[in-house]
């Protein structure tokens, strides 16, 4: 029976997946999985029992990635599974930030009381929220992953014309792009070429304050800005400053801080990307599949601290085998197994992880006796 901690409230599509070997709930004792969204575990004591941890979302700041890795617990994520979520809640953003429908409507409300002569005031007020459209303008998408992809992609089908940057751009994301994205080879041309610009990227200690007073200055002026990736990507101060003169036209987000609340040509609202019922099911499944998928085989997909390492069972017993990189850890681990059968061996950074199928279990002493090794489990 394995036992799985759900620290947030995860959508039964998920937890049902994992079947009738799996106590689930939020009181659970001694997990061997945990599933979370939002919850914060950098306080969170680790138990010796804990295995794997499955965010349900693609971000993963709430988790201690690498004091986890160094315990021997496998932290996955779900990207993809709330990209349309979140591409529809910027599509929304991007109209708010060029239509003054947000403004708009706070205005109207205080015509309250007016009886008849409401339709009239709103037809005779309405003129101060011109706002321009965004057919034919330069949206600039910097990250061109799973939500960037489909940023890009739906905005061009509205009309706009569509720049996008990416270092790190895979071949297949590539490919998924419409052919009328341009992909340019560095951040600046994006910056300076755009009306509006809307960043998806991770939040690490390179892309922290990434839109900042210099990455503004760069920018046209009236430029209006959209950040539904992390908090701390847009440096708020630059950004208010970069309003008061007039250079930034809007800055449109879902990451609620003090300083950018109530003020003017801002438009802040809750974290809401993937607050949709279709987007909270397709985490939950994902991540229910990936933490079944390891405990049960063995098999690591879409880890955000150890590779992805698959490989179709060929022993009797199978050997999973968490490790610190070192020029020599596989040899050293496949040598102190008896009757090997197969091996898949791949390492990420600081760390590395290993499938070993073999004929018994009579090896686990040695292997664990391997410097680099930091946990085995035998299936």
């Known amino acids: 029976m394995y ?23 939020d009181a659970v004792e001694n997990p061997t999985a945990v599933l979370v969204r939002s919850a914060s575990m950098h306080d969170m004591e680790m138990p010796e029992s804990l295995l794997a941890i499955a965010r349900c979302g693609a971000g993963t700041n709430n988790i201690p990635k690498d004091a986890c890795a160094d315990k021997g617990i496998v932290v ?15 599509l929304a953003g991007l109209l708010l930030s060029s239509r003054k429908v947000v403004e708009g409507i706070e205005w109207v ?25 965004i057919l034919g303008k330069t949206l600039g998408v910097i990250g061109l992953g799973a939500i960037g992809i489909l940023v890009a992609n739906a905005a061009s089908a509205l009309g706009m014309k569509v720049i996008g940057y990416d270092p790190f751009l895979s071949v297949g994301n590539a490919l998924k792009l419409d052919p009328s994205v341009k992909v340019f080879p ?35 002026d009236g430029v209006r800005i959209l950040n539904y990736s992390r908090d701390g990507l847009v440096n708020c101060a630059a950004v208010l400053d970069a309003i008061k003169s007039g250079k930034v036209s809007k800055y ?12 003017e040509n801002v438009i802040c609202m809750p974290h809401l990307g993937a607050s949709t019922p279709e987007s909270e099911d397709n985490c939950a499944v994902m991540a229910a599949d990936q933490i079944k998928e390891y405990l049960e085989n063995g098999n690591i997909v879409n880890s955000v ?6 490989m179709a069972k060929s022993g ?14 596989v040899k050293n681990i496949t040598s102190a197994v008896s009757g090997l059968k197969a091996v898949e061996a791949k ?22 006796a391997v410097s680099d090794v930091i946990k085995v489990r035998v299936i």
């Open 316 to 329: 009797a017993v199978r050997y999973c085998v968490l490790f610190k990189a070192g020029d020599d850890a």
């Open 252 to 263: 449109v987000t879902d990451f609620a801080t003090d300083d950018v609340l109530a003020e």
């Open 186 to 220: 560095t951040i600046d041309e994006v910056l300076a070429d755009s009306d509006y610009i809307s960043v998806h990227v991770p939040l690490t200690s390179d892309t922290k304050d990434l839109i900042d007073a210099d990455a503004i200055a760069k920018m046209k």
């Open 305 to 310: 601290n150890f590779p992805n390492v698959t």
């Open 347 to 368: 390492t990420r950074g600081a760390y590395g992880y290993a499938i070993v199928d073999a004929a018994d279990d009579s090896s686990v002493s040695s292997i664990e």
């Open 76 to 90: 996955f994520n779900t990207p993809g599974a709330n990209a349309n979520a979140v591409k529809e809640l910027v």
């Open 109 to 133: 409300k205080t015509l309250k009381g007016n009886g008849e002569a409401v339709g009239k005031m709103a037809e005779k007020g309405k003129g101060q929220f011109v706002g321009p459209e």
């Open 3 to 25: 036992n799985v901690l759900t620290l947030n409230k995860i959508s039964p599509n998920g937890t049902s997946r994992l079947g009738s070997g799996y106590n689930v709930g």
